[in-house]
């Protein structure tokens, strides 16, 4: 299926020559790991599904990669469909007055709707993030109010100064303070995309968020391997400190995965760039030793245990490549396309959703169909082509 798709694009650029060719790369970039993911989890009301899971659900964290996604290739339509799904289904119809609900899928009595009303303050950002990049890109005024709208409310309800700490983002509005203690998932919170927020609003929170991430990554690796979950709190002598979460305890896995890709699509000019790379060192010397990342780590020993699916190679390749592991890059890159194309081969079994989503994320950074600048703007190659039109 890949091949062809791989031919129909190839056969479609030899038809287009000269202005034609510019003109249509500056509508749309072809992306053919994004028309899969399409074909196979977007609905044609704009619904991203996981049909792996047993409500076959659609998560705010969903939506919002999948704009992104859209918004990497140009492909504005999908980008408005995806937009207006998640208003309508997630947001009662309006987003300027609410979060949204981080999970929507079939209920055990067959209907469906919401069934988390909870906001999942990653799925927040992404949001934001791409609003505001698609209300630059595309000179969409109502984009970026809808960013600022959001993020209003995530400044609101999603966000607390945190003792001796400062400004941090909570996972969600609900269920995550307590009175000494607070949870964290530091897989939440991308350095790129809070730069592009602290762009949008020099004097808000952003910055302070960001270096503070980098912070709690320092104290939570002892052993250079990131958790899914942490906790921030205050002992009886008052002390604040960051310990192993008390629910999901140690274990760094499907969550912290992202760390390590965040880390490595952070622009080495960034200020932060190098002490998140040495905070996360440890996945380097795991994924050489054995030939492919764990599926798990204990973050307090440095064990692994288990095979990573190749979702978790797609997600360290800007990491390893970062680290300059030229060796492990091409081989975590051969293991991912053999999987994919073996995963898409097998007719009776449906793609995985996850591995499919950190292959468009890790893929799509390494073969350079989307960087992040400093300032956390997307550098894109149909940005580029539509501004060479524009000047001529």
Known sequence: MRQLVLLGALVASLLLSGPALAAETCKRSEWPLWDLFRQHFVEESGRVIDPTTTEKHSTSEGQSYGMFFALVTGDQPTF????????????????????????????????????????????????????LEAGRLWDRADYTQSAHDLLELVEQQEMQDLPALGMMLLPGKHGFAHKDNWRLNPSYLPVPLLRRLELEFADGPWAAIARNTVKMLARVTPHGLAPDWTVYQI?????????????????????????????????????????????????????????????????????????????????????????????????????????LRENLANKDATPVYYDFVLSLFGMGSLDEYYSFRQDGTLSLPWEKACLDITAK
């Open 235 to 339: 002992n009886e002598n008052g002390k604040a400190s960051f310990a192993v979460d008390p629910d999901k305890g140690a274990a760094g896995s499907y969550d912290a995965i992202r760390n390590y890709m965040w880390a490595g699509m952070t622009p080495m000019a960034d200020p932060l760039f190098r002490a998140a790379m040495i905070s996360l060192d440890g996945m380097v010397a795991l994924t050489r030793d054995a030939g492919v990342p764990p599926e798990s780590v204990d973050t307090q020993t440095g064990e692994a245990q288990g095979e990573g699916p190749y979702g978790f190679s797609a997600a360290l390749l800007p990491y390893l490549k970062a680290a300059n592991e030229p060796e492990l890059v091409q081989r975590q890159k051969q293991r991912v396309e053999a999987l």
């Open 80 to 131: 408005d469909k995806l937009w207006r799904w998640s208003i309508n289904n997630l947001g009662e119809g309006d987003l300027s007055k609410r979060l949204p609900a981080w999970q929507w899928g079939q209920a055990k009595d067959g209907s469906w709707g919401v069934l988390d009303d909870n906001s999942a303050s990653d799925a927040d950002l992404w949001f934001a993030y791409v609003l």
